[in-house]
């Protein structure tokens, strides 16, 4: 499995994500510079956290013209396996890649915390090694995480069963108090219908060693990387 | 020459007395123009010129083994081993943060990154140490820093991890901001901002040009006033991302040998940096025009481009005939730069605008040239003594507690760490909320300690015992961590040093601070002065030195933290108690004075205490260490208990005459640490002790949700959170 | 020309600053306030043919960059500077 991690100005997630994938995988790692459209053969493409162009305007609003950005979207509709964290998150909405979009947290503040997530997709190349309904922990650091989209949009990804994670407490129950930003029904991660494309706030790179306080996120990446989803070409 | 000739207006407006003023033309032999006079008003304040300290800075040590490179740089480097080198300072940001606390603060963290950057290091923490006045009186300084610095360190994805939040009534009007940051580079690849090579360009990289800030550096060296309000421009908005970006390709710098040095460009703008860089090199000078700068506005004068402090700018000595690859890093980053001068060897600082010379001066003028000024110190009137015999019994030591913990110096600090990205980067292996936080090296199995200490309240009442117990706090905060320390960065923040008890004040404070690092072995090898804090000269701030210190462990595998685990586990006090409640926090909740003598401080005990503490934490005999410091020692068995989510129970405390019950529950004696131990570490732990001079008594056996002390009290763990961390959630 | 634009968010939306500002108000005395929602005002200068021009221009900037659909509405208003600076 070749990882593509995408790198914008003001990105910075992508060294940790490629420590992950390099160091504590082993797997094929390839940075992808925004300018470049060029995917280079990568068979999973994250855009990883940061502050893509400062978040001038909004989170993600001029990182998703980025030359590389055509690329991932013709990829992603060819079924390749894209991963967006956080920053990457909000431009993938910002994108169009995913509905919905990402605003300010309703305390207002930056937040930088250990969170419980309920897994609700266990059947995706991104979630495989997780048990159904298994409860993970995961940090989140950001100041605009709350999900947001209408009610019409948020019925249809209820339905089609598209929210792959959801804050709440230890036990797995999604409540008011386990929600960390005012995320429509603890929304904390989702797919799009075809389940390749994946958008989440909290950092599973972040998670992907023990001595970093957890390994939970190590399930992630190695779902994705023992996946058999391979691009067609058409 | 008539001196009388300038215009008081002028130099009031450039800060400089008649005085220097007089030193200025003998040198010159001639009067200065009005950019030449701008330049050396701002280089001559003293921000840029330490003129009021450095003769007194010179007694601090800063020389010892692995330091790579002392005071005299953007900043200081010692070797970590594994051929890695560790960079940091600390700075303050004082005066900007008075004003306009989220740019203020978030200048500063700016600043002092670039500090880091400009020595060819890679910025991997930053650490905060604040004090604002009393909440919520005082909440327009204190959010808007903590919003500042969370904004442009999160956006840098540099991760803050430590730092400290206290109140006193003296920074009501003045709040401190000082920065800390620590970067890693391989030592090879460690840089100094030296102009060497006479016709070597000088390039500008990052922001365009603007008018802001201009006397900035004039600004933080006076008291601010009512006038203050209009000098209002005086404080940049910071672009992080800007920064980000710089960082990155300063980083890619080094894959070509084409750079010969890189200079940040903070206080005094171009005209320091360029004369900074060139003042470390004999003989050097630079030539530069100003024409050539890029400009954020219309109408800029030479004064305006030479004196702009704007933010995210750095200069780049490049090999003559190699700027192109230099300009190419820069660019593919969507960086602007500019060749803008180059290196000469008349050491004068030359300033042309296209054709037109606008200013010629000498760079030993600029950075040496203010005369240093002479003051005589005077020790004020004693402070409030203590008597002992008159301060009401303990009554209640679980109530005490809770009140304690709920107060505003002691309660957590989650609300504000929570607020940083203390995770970014992946290294964080000891996140803030413990003593220490410890970053590790990636590629090897060290890791790096790192702190900040200062308590005011102790230098009011002895600024030369203050000093001191900072270091040892701070070294303290390193070694529960189960680091060696290494090396401090300092920060000295006082008052007006024109008023003789605030220089006596100073004096004595570098006197502590001195001695302490001589007796522990600790080199500075950079910091910071800050002076002048005092608006409108009626409300002086309390002497605030603030240490910052990293330390070093082999393998952070064996880190240690502070909470209590395992139920069981013998709770121990390592250290000896006295009746040090002067100047205690339990003096000041409980009793609502400030007085007395801080604790006295033993440095050689301290010293021997901390080398068992580190035998004993590589025997593996510790499962657990926590420093104990403002609170005393049940205020640190509180957060022991409270981090690791076991209690403790205790025998009733009955300390041995003279010590007084209060003085052995809440005394602040220096030198002391809370750990626990399995039972069957025991008796190697005693004899550890015993060897090491030091004593060492039992506080209780770890497990249960409560503490409780026989008969005395108990108090359930989550009534100590709820008075910590009350309605956080 | 100058064309100003001003982004809100969508009435759906909730507004943490908005709520946040509303209380501040109180605070103050101004307990009449029932309601405060915050946005973005954006100034952009152009050079344009026409006004009819313009507004297509600056119609096309707000909705492919300016604005987010998903949660801001936007409008605008165009003006002739008086004299164009140089």
Known sequence: MKFGVVVFPGTWSDRDCGWVIDQVLGEQLQYLWHKDADLKGCDCVILPGGFAYGDHLRTGAIARFAPVMEKVGEFADRGGLVWGICNGFQILCEAGLLPGALTRNSSLEFRCAWTNLLVERNDLAFTKQCSDREVISVPISHGEGSYFADPATLSRLEQNGQVVFRYCDPAGNVVAGANPNGSLHNIAGIVNKRGNVLGMMPHPERCSEAELGGTDGLKLFRSVAESAMRVLVS | MKVEEIDEKRLREVALTTEEYRVIVEQLKRQPNDVELGMLGVLWSEHCSYKTSKALLRRLPSSGAGVLQGPGENAGAIDVGQGWAAVFKIESHNHPSAIEPYQGAATGVGGIIRDVIAMGARPIALLDSLRFGPLPASSHHFEGVVAGIGGYGNCMGIPTVGGEVFFDDCYAQNPLVNAMCVGLVPVHRLMRARAEGTGNSLLLVGADTGRDGIHGASFASVELDEASSERRPAVQVGNPFLEKCLLEACMDLARTDAVVAIQDLGAAGLTSSVAECAGRVEGAGARIDVSRVPRREKGMTPYHVMLSESQERMLVVVQRGREPEVEAIFRAWDLTSAVIGEVTDDGCLTVVDGRNEVARLPIALLTDGAPLRRLTGVAPAARASLDLDQLPPLVDAGASLLRLLASPNLSSRRGVFRRYDHMVGDSTVIPPGGDAAMLRVKGTRLGIAMTTDGNSRYCHLDPNLGAQLAVAEAARNIVATGARPLAVTDCLNLANPDRPEVYWELEETIAGLAQACRDLELPIVSGNVSLYNDASGSSPIHPTPVVGMIGLIDDYGRRLQAGLHHEGDFVLLVGSSHNDLGGSEYLKVEHDRVAGRPPALDLAREKATHKLMLEAAGADLLRSAHDCAEGGMLVALAECCMLGGVGVRCPALKPEAPVRVDAAFFGESPGRFIVSVASRAMPEMQTLARRHRVEISLIGLAGGDVIEFEGQFRVSIAAMRQAWEGDLI | ?86
């Open chain 3, 1 to 86: 020309m100058i064309a100003r634009v001003v982004v809100t968010p969508k009435p759906l939306v909730n507004d943490p600053q908005g709520i946040t500002v509303k209380a501040g108000l109180a605070t103050l005395g101004f307990k009449e306030v029932s309601d405060v929602r915050i946005g973005k005002y954006i100034e952009v200068r152009l050079d344009a043919a026409s006004e009819h021009e313009a507004k297509q221009r600056v119609e096309a900037m707000c909705r492919q960059l300016l604005a987010n659909h998903v949660i801001e509405d936007f409008r605008f208003e165009i003006e002739t500077e008086a004299s164009p600076k140089r």
